[in-house]
C-alpha cells in the first residue's frame, strides 16, 4: 500500500513539472501541428532516455557535480545556445503545413521528434537541477520504502505524469491542424521559435551571474 501511495505522489510531483511552460512543451505543440498525436510520445522517449542517462550518472557517484555552481553555469551556457538555434531554425520554418503533414509519417521524422525530446531536455539547466535534488530525493526515498521496487514504482509514477500530460498536450495541438491554415501555423512557429530564443537567452544570463559569483569567491 505504501509502494502504491508513492507512486501516486511521484505522479503528482512528476505532473506538477510537466505542466510547467518550458522547451518540451513548446517543441510539442510546434510539432504536433505537423505529425499529429504521436508527436507527444515520441518527445517524452527522448526525454525518457536523457533522464535515464541522467540517472545512470547519478548513481555512479556523480550527483554532487550536476547540482555544482560551475555545472549549472556551463550548462546554461551551452543549453542557451542550444536553444536560441533551435529557435531561430523553428521561427525560420518556411515549410507549409500541408507538406509537413504529409511527411510526418516517415522515420526521418519521428527519429526528429526523439531527439527534440533529447535536446530539450539536457539544454534546459532546470532538468538537472530538478533531478539533483528533488528527483535524488524521491529516488532514495523510494529506495528506503521498498528498495528496488519503490526505485521502479518511482519512475513508473514520474514517466506516466510526462507522457499523460505531454499526449494530451499533443492530441489538442493536433486536432487544431484540421482547421489551421498556413499562415496561422506560420505564425504558431513564430511564437514557439521566439520563446525557445527568449528562454535560451534567460539560461544564458543566468548562466553568466552563476559565472561572476564563482569569480567573486576567487578574489
Not at 543549453?79 to 529557435?87: A, D, E, K, T, W
Not at 528562454?199 to 578574489?219: D, E
Request: proline fraction near 2%; charge should be positive; charged fraction near 10%.
Amino acid at each position: 500500500m505504501e509502494v502504491i501511495l508513492f507512486i501516486a505522489i511521484s505522479f503528482a510531483a512528476g505532473l506538477s513539472g510537466a505542466i510547467v511552460p518550458g522547451p518540451m512543451l513548446t517543441i510539442t505543440i510546434s510539432d504536433s501541428a505537423k505529425k499529429g498525436f504521436i508527436t507527444g510520445p515520441l518527445v517524452v522517449l527522448g526525454h525518457l532516455l536523457a533522464e535515464i542517462g541522467l540517472i545512470i550518472f547519478m548513481m555512479a557517484g556523480f550527483s554532487w557535480l550536476i547540482g555544482s555552481n560551475t555545472a549549472t553555469m556551463i550548462i546554461g551556457t551551452l543549453g542557451g545556445i542550444m536553444l536560441v538555434f533551435m529557435g531561430y531554425n523553428t521561427s525560420k520554418n518556411t515549410n507549409n503545413l500541408l507538406n509537413d503533414i504529409s511527411n510526418s509519417g516517415t522515420s526521418i521524422n519521428r527519429y526528429r521528434s526523439v531527439s527534440k525530446g533529447l535536446l530539450t531536455s539536457i539544454s534546459n539547466p532546470y532538468f538537472f537541477i530538478w533531478w539533483a535534488t528533488i528527483g535524488w530525493a524521491f529516488m532514495f526515498r523510494g529506495l528506503e520504502i521498498a528498495g528496488f521496487i519503490g526505485l521502479i514504482g518511482f519512475l513508473m509514477g514520474h514517466w506516466s505524469a510526462d507522457l499523460s500530460w505531454y499526449s494530451m498536450v499533443s492530441f489538442f495541438s493536433s486536432k487544431g491542424s484540421k482547421i489551421m491554415t498556413d499562415n496561422h501555423f506560420k505564425i504558431i512557429m513564430k511564437i514557439c521559435g521566439a520563446f525557445l530564443i527568449i528562454l535560451g537567452f534567460y539560461f544564458l544570463i543566468n548562466a553568466q551571474l552563476h559565472n561572476l559569483i564563482l569569480y567573486s569567491h576567487y578574489l
